[in-house]
C-alpha cells in the first residue's frame, strides 16, 4: 500500500463587486475564477457522492444562456448582485431563529456565474425557460 499526499485548501467565501473585480489584473482574475470553480465543483462533488443532491428536497438546479445586449448584460448582472445581498439577510434571519429555538443551522451552497459564452447560440424555435 503506497501513501497518499493529500492538500486541502479551504476557500473563503467569495464575493467580489465590479469595483473589486475592476481592480484585479487579468492574472488575478484567472486564479480567482479557477480557485472558484475548482471549490464549487469539490462541494458540489463531493454532496453528489454523498447523496445530499438528490435527498434534498429544495434542490436547485438550473443552467441556460440568455441573449442580450449590453444593457442586458448589466441588468443580469445587478440582478444576481441584488439576490446576493438578500441571501446573506436570509442567512441573518436564519442565524437569529436558530438562536432562538436552539436549533443548529444547515450548510447550504449557493453560487452564481455569469459570464460571455465562448460561441452565440441561439434559443431553439418556440422554446422558453418560463421559470
Do not use: H
Not at 458540489?44 to 440568455?66: E, I
Not at 436570509?90 to 443551522?105: F, L, N, T, Y
Amino acid at each position: 500500500m503506497r501513501s497518499v499526499d493529500q492538500r486541502f485548501f479551504v476557500i473563503s467565501p467569495i464575493y467580489f463587486s465590479d469595483e473589486d473585480m475592476e481592480r484585479m489584473s487579468e492574472e488575478e482574475l484567472q486564479k480567482l475564477v479557477g480557485y472558484l470553480l475548482q471549490g464549487q465543483m469539490a462541494e458540489a462533488l463531493a454532496a453528489f457522492w454523498a447523496g445530499k443532491l438528490t435527498s434534498d428536497p429544495r434542490l436547485f438546479v438550473s443552467w441556460t444562456w440568455f441573449n442580450v445586449d449590453e444593457e442586458g448584460r448589466a441588468a443580469i448582472a445587478d440582478e444576481q448582485a441584488r439576490s446576493w445581498a438578500r441571501l446573506y439577510e436570509i442567512e441573518a434571519e436564519s442565524e437569529a431563529r436558530c438562536a432562538q429555538q436552539g436549533e443548529e443551522p444547515s450548510s447550504v451552497t449557493v453560487a452564481g456565474l455569469s459570464f460571455e459564452r465562448v460561441r452565440n447560440a441561439p434559443r431553439p424555435t418556440g422554446w422558453r425557460d418560463e421559470t
